[in-house]
């Protein structure tokens, strides 16, 4: 199969690999021209080769190209910034989050003509606002590629489109501004959720929640993040493509009377909401695009073809900000991607052989038990083997007791997820059912932490 729009997809990710890791931005146009006569050497050769070879070449340009004009109309404009110190009216995206020194938040510079979000460094009474209100300040811009100014290049503010960093120089006022907009109800619904989640859930049940269902690990037991990173399942938190697969479910279960129309129209809308909500980062909006593809894809009358749908979903993330390809997030949700289609369904049916034989006659339970070992170990595996390079390289270590893990917990995900959810939106209308509801779901969340808690201190658990 060519897969074109693949090729076309995985060549334009290489080319944000080179730009940001290998190629100094100089020689991102001269790349660029380069790879296009390379490219144009394919018109020799015949077959779907061919075919290939041109679709590469001008996906890897196409990137050079690419960042090279990001950089010079979004990033540089903002960097031109880097050291005045100047009045300011700034927009909050999120709600802030204390720090040692007061708080910070999210924002959007006002009449400037600038794109691209900074991070505002202020003092406690940024706790007090929501999304959407306004704050006008003196405030010192500094570089989010190199805070400390010591020549060391940190890529994770640029990867989430964040270019400056301002810290308060003078005595700001606050505006009620867009507060309350419909643009900020996802952050809103967030805030209001994690908050019913804890009331419900207690605090250390529901901090876990609050960091399976919305990523907030801030209020997630330092022991318990430990443990769930020792035993390999701290990816769990970070919400992702497991988690909307979950969602989808539900809301099949829910409509599915209804026509495929109805629930695509139903389905999509709701997992865009649900991502926005926790934080759109890098592989939840992967999982959204290649889950929206697949429930599309009948509708047009067209095969289902994950690794495209892959390759697009990163497309799409790039053409909005290719310094994200830099974002550990985004590596490691692809990385999992890829080595579940590479090498799970191999795996898969190996195991299956090995363990359900066809001239083997088995009861249906037994069946079942040695059908969910094979798919959860092969599923486990096949994520494991492009991502475990890349952990290693990112935080210096391995959990070799993670494919245990994952056997034991994964089971009960889909039923701790989606009960727990019911729960939290039960509470938020009545306090004494969504308690109620809690009592019972919180038993999945006590087993998995405590499964955490015996694999991780088992000796060899990490390396």
């Known amino acids: 199969m060519t897969r074109p729009l693949f090729c076309f997809c995985a060549a334009f990710a290489l080319g944000c690999i080179a730009s940001q890791y290998f190629l100094a931005p100089a020689l991102w146009l001269p790349a660029a021209g380069i790879v296009l006569v390379l490219g144009a050497l394919g018109l020799l050769l015949r077959g779907p080769m061919r075919r290939r070879v041109l679709l590469c070449a001008l996906g890897m340009a196409f990137a050079f190209g690419w960042n090279a004009a990001y950089t010079r109309f979004i990033a540089a404009p903002n960097e031109a910034l880097i050291g005045a110190t100047e009045d300011v009216e700034l927009e909050l995206c999120s709600y802030a989050v204390e720090t040692n020194y007061g708080a910070k938040a999210t924002v959007r510079i006002l009449g400037r003509g600038l794109r691209g979000r900074a991070v505002y460094y202020g003092g406690f009474d940024l706790l007090a606002l929501e999304p959407g209100e306004r704050v006008r300040d003196t405030v010192l ?46 952050p809103r619904i967030a805030k209001k959720l994690g908050e019913t989640i804890e009331t419900v859930y207690g605090e250390r049940e529901g901090g876990f929640l609050r960091a399976l269902l919305l990523g907030d690990k801030r209020y997630l037991d330092v022991e318990d993040s430990s443990n769930l990173s020792e035993a390999g399942i701290y990816h769990i938190t970070a919400v992702s ?78 053409l909005k900000n290719p310094y ?52 959860t170990t092969a599923s486990s595996v096949g994520a494991m083997v492009f991502t475990v390079p890349l952990t290693a390289l990112h935080f210096g270590n391995i959990s070799l007791i993670a494919p245990v893990t994952n056997l034991l917990i994964l089971w009960l995900l889909p039923a701790a997820f989606i009960g727990c959810y019911l729960a939290a939106l039960l509470g938020l209308v009545w306090a004494w059912g969504g308690t109620a509801l809690a009592w019972v779901t919180a038993w999945p969340l006590r087993y998995i932490l405590a499964v955490a808690n015996v694999l991780s201190k088992l000796p060899g658990a990490v390396l």
């Open 324 to 375: 994200a390809i830099a974002s550990i997030s985004l590596q490691l949700s692809f990385a999992s991607m890829a080595g579940l289609f590479c090498v799970s369904g191999a795996l898969y049916r190996a195991l299956d052989a090995r363990l359900l034989p066809a001239d083997v006659k088995l009861s249906r339970p037994r069946r079942k038990i040695r059908a969910f070992f094979s798919a």
């Open 141 to 186: 811009f500094n570089s989010a590629t190199d805070p400390s100014g010591d020549g060391s290049h940190i890529r994770n503010f640029t990867s989430k489109g964040v270019y400056l960093l301002l810290y308060s120089r003078g005595e700001p006022s606050y505006e009620t501004g867009d507060a309350g907009a419909l643009r900020y109800a996802p």
């Open 241 to 318: 493509g497991l988690h909307c697969m979950f969602l989808v479910e539900l809301l099949d279960r829910l409509l599915r009377a209804t026509h495929r129309r109805t629930r695509c129209a139903v389905t999509i809308p709701l997992l865009f909401l649900y991502a926005v909500m926790v934080g759109a980062s890098p592989s939840i909006l992967r999982a959204c695009v290649m889950l929206s593809m697949t429930q599309l894809a009948p509708l047009f009358r067209r095969e289902k073809d994950p690794p495209t749908a892959l390759g697009l979903a990163l497309l799409l993330i790039l």
